[in-house]
């Protein structure tokens, strides 16, 4: 089969993605003559970097803007402001061609392996399509390739799963199948949004091994989304934590779990279920409900429940991220002076 080749414009960095400012928001409302009023700040001022071969964790509450940061990384969604640099190219300069390179070298994995399969579609027809739309291989490469995926993926023999359909699956196979779809293309960076929060339980441990493996053999990045710190702490080097449309916290994975600094993080900890009926957890030190994201106040956003606020934290913007430790970032007055 004809492999897709890079072309000219391709610059290795160090970063093999760059978030730099990135915005997203959406209108929550119109008025007269269809004039916005007011936006939904889904993701306001996000900075990251993600180094070749690493997975970092963007976790947080539902809500937060997790899943929109991935879709605006995957160019599904257009963001409102802000940079994104895949190995040294800016986005935009990958919209000359309909954003079909780029696709080349992006894939997102879905949360719902429920929705995200075509039901009308075969399992051969539901991998091999993005092979379909960017012309590569012909009718029997294309069966060579996904033979090859399903094989990878667990999915044995290929033969008996590659003319079903997805209501013929069960749900860890059908994540298999979008994981699957998502690597035919070999891409370098793989935004995974909560692949196994809709698996049983018997069956996450099992698509979490082979996205680890995977990782390896194809030489992937992947940003990892999910709530779930167990997760993370499996899948990830680094983990970010996001609150209503800011990271507030970002470090190595093991350094975050063992010394969180921001309140929200500490808060996200003790909230983390323990295995053990006789252990008698508190309550986690924070206050109130999530925020309501449309304009919000210049101010902290984890101001209305944070145990430490102050009169400054409500005068000033939103803190920046501060280096507190080496590689320890935090976004917070009280904690990072």
């Not at 194809?218 to 449309?245: F, K, P």
Request: overall charge negative; aromatic content about 8%.
């Amino acid at each position: 089969m004809s492999e897709y080749v890079p072309d000219e414009r391709t610059v290795k960095s160090e970063y093999i993605l760059e978030v730099k400012n990135l915005k997203k928001y959406f209108p929550a409302d119109r008025g007269l003559f269809g004039r916005v009023k007011h936006f939904v700040h889904a993701v306001d001022d996000v900075t990251f970097e993600i180094k070749h071969g690493e997975s970092l964790g963007l976790v947080g509450e539902s809500g937060c803007g997790k899943t929109t940061t991935g879709k605006v990384i995957v160019a599904l969604e257009v963001p409102t402001d802000g940079e994104i640099i895949l190995d040294g190219i800016g986005i935009e300069e990958y919209a000359v061609d309909g954003f079909k390179e780029y696709h080349r070298k992006v894939q997102m994995i879905f949360q719902d392996p429920y929705e995200s399969l075509n039901p009308r579609m075969t399992v051969f027809d539901i991998i091999a399509e993005p092979l379909n739309i960017h012309g590569i291989g012909n009718l029997k490469e294309r069966e060579e390739k996904v033979a090859e995926l399903l094989q990878e993926v667990g999915l044995t023999p290929p033969s008996s799963f590659m003319w079903r359909y997805p209501h013929e699956l069960s749900g860890g196979q059908r994540q298999r199948v979008a994981i699957a779809r998502a690597l035919v293309l070999n891409p370098t960076f793989v935004v995974a949004d909560e692949p196994t929060s809709m698996l049983d339980v018997s069956v996450r441990t099992g698509v979490m091994e082979l996205m680890m493996k995977l990782r390896e053999i194809h030489n992937m990045s992947y940003l990892y989304i999910t709530h779930d710190l167990a997760v993370a702490r499996y899948m990830c080097e680094r983990i970010a934590v996001m609150y209503l449309g800011k990271i507030v916290e970002l470090a190595e994975t093991e350094e975050l779990l063992k010394n969180p600094i921001h309140p929200y993080t500490k808060a996200l900890l003790t909230a983390v279920p323990v295995p053990d009926p006789e252990y008698k957890k508190g309550e986690p030190d924070i206050m109130g409900s999530v925020s309501k994201p449309v304009d919000p106040p210049p101010r902290c956003r984890f101001y209305d429940r944070c145990p430490i606020r102050t009169e400054r934290c409500a005068k000033e913007d939103h803190p920046p991220l501060k280096e507190v430790a080496p590689d320890h970032f935090v976004s917070c007055y009280e904690v990072s002076e």
